[in-house]
């Protein structure tokens, strides 16, 4: 059988608006949700939000490896969780901010250099209330679970669920057309928290018959 | 008369782990909690939190400006509230982490350069539940205050006030010594949510006779 075990974990969230929380009001995100529904359970979570508003994949990879190896020092139990990708696919004086192609040579080399490092999670890019830009997300989400099967790092494609949300698309329609409010961050975390690449991260194999 | 503006603002909290909200199972420590409050008022915060725990100010200083201006770029309204300096209190192999005359030399150098770029706010150091260093910290959160009269940064000695405080300190001994949990982080958020600094940043003279 499986036990819970109580584990002191830190965690940094890396990714952009939608790490961040951007438009919820209670400044959780969903990331943070997912780490007081942790602490609940019994674990000791300190919880490092490293979203960046309007972040691409290009500078994602530029940046995240700085800021989480000075947040997880090798002598504590460092982990990584990583969603990003939306930005990429905006339009920008008339061309995508970064290719597709690109956008997946960036995430190849961000996951295989976070995994020799850390336990990481990669959780696909997010939806908008835009048809056009959800259907070059929604295949940049395609593709980056291709890439995280390859390199064997747990992916939850929260894109396909969310697209046909009311929750999550009505809020972020409601809002400023990207970021839902509570309601939607707290639909998302429903969905992160009872992934089982997560909860693995909380489980251990008990000893007992 | 003085009106509630609904701002849309940038605000990064730099420190260590007090910033961070070590402790807090409900995941916002005071700076989330503040933000949460600003927003309940119709202010529109994306939330930065920049606490690393263990980082004393040397540290803190050689990071502090790449991490907030990657966050804060110009054309945004960005504000930086800082909190640091405990861990320099600290005796590590029988010496202090960082001396009294090089914390001092810290604050002044990360302050003065901090206020020609955004709107800065400083909370002192906070307290622990150790008589000892708590001693060390006082005698800082006073030098602090004289630093930031002298450049003209809003300060709060949060120190003083939550030394007397049995909710901090009581959760703090309960707990691991140093960081409360919820009860606390919600007592100083209280107390800097009611700094006149802190909510000037949300009004704006209004027109009206």
């Given at each position: 059988m499986t036990e819970k075990s109580e584990l002191q974990i830190r965690i940094c969230f890396v990714g952009e608006s939608f790490v961040n929380g951007t438009g919820d009001p209670e400044c959780l995100g969903w990331a943070g949700r997912i780490c007081v529904s942790a602490n609940q359970k019994g674990n000791d979570i300190t919880y490092y939000n490293l979203g960046v508003r309007r972040e691409t994949s290009t500078e994602l990879k530029n940046r995240w490896l700085q800021e989480v190896s000075y947040r997880l020092p090798k002598e504590y139990d460092g982990r990584v969780v990583f969603c990003f990708?939306?930005?990429?696919t905006t339009i920008e004086n008339g061309k995508l901010r970064v290719t597709p192609t690109q956008s997946i040579e960036n995430v190849r080399n961000i996951l295989s250099d976070a995994k020799q490092l850390y336990p990481v999670l990669m959780v696909s890019p997010l939806p908008l209330a835009d048809d056009g830009q959800n259907q070059r997300i929604a295949d940049l989400a395609k593709q980056f679970a291709l890439v995280c099967h390859e390199l064997n790092v747990p992916y939850l494609n929260a894109f396909s669920i969310l697209e046909k949300s009311n929750i999550w698309i009505d809020e972020a329609r409601a809002n400023d057309g990207a970021h839902p409010r509570a309601a939607g961050y707290a639909e998302l975390a429903r969905i992160v928290e009872n992934w089982d690449a997560w909860l693995n991260w909380f489980e251990e194999t008990g000893n007992c018959p």
């Amino acid at each position: 059988m499986t036990e819970k075990s109580e584990l002191q974990i830190r965690i940094c969230f890396v990714g952009e608006s939608f790490v961040n929380g951007t438009g919820d009001p209670e400044c959780l995100g969903w990331a943070g949700r997912i780490c007081v529904s942790a602490n609940q359970k019994g674990n000791d979570i300190t919880y490092y939000n490293l979203g960046v508003r309007r972040e691409t994949s290009t500078e994602l990879k530029n940046r995240w490896l700085q800021e989480v190896s000075y947040r997880l020092p090798k002598e504590y139990d460092g982990r990584v969780v990583f969603c990003f990708g939306v930005n990429d696919t905006t339009i920008e004086n008339g061309k995508l901010r970064v290719t597709p192609t690109q956008s997946i040579e960036n995430v190849r080399n961000i996951l295989s250099d976070a995994k020799q490092l850390y336990p990481v999670l990669m959780v696909s890019p997010l939806p908008l209330a835009d048809d056009g830009q959800n259907q070059r997300i929604a295949d940049l989400a395609k593709q980056f679970a291709l890439v995280c099967h390859e390199l064997n790092v747990p992916y939850l494609n929260a894109f396909s669920i969310l697209e046909k949300s009311n929750i999550w698309i009505d809020e972020a329609r409601a809002n400023d057309g990207a970021h839902p409010r509570a309601a939607g961050y707290a639909e998302l975390a429903r969905i992160v928290e009872n992934w089982d690449a997560w909860l693995n991260w909380f489980e251990e194999t008990g000893n007992c018959p």
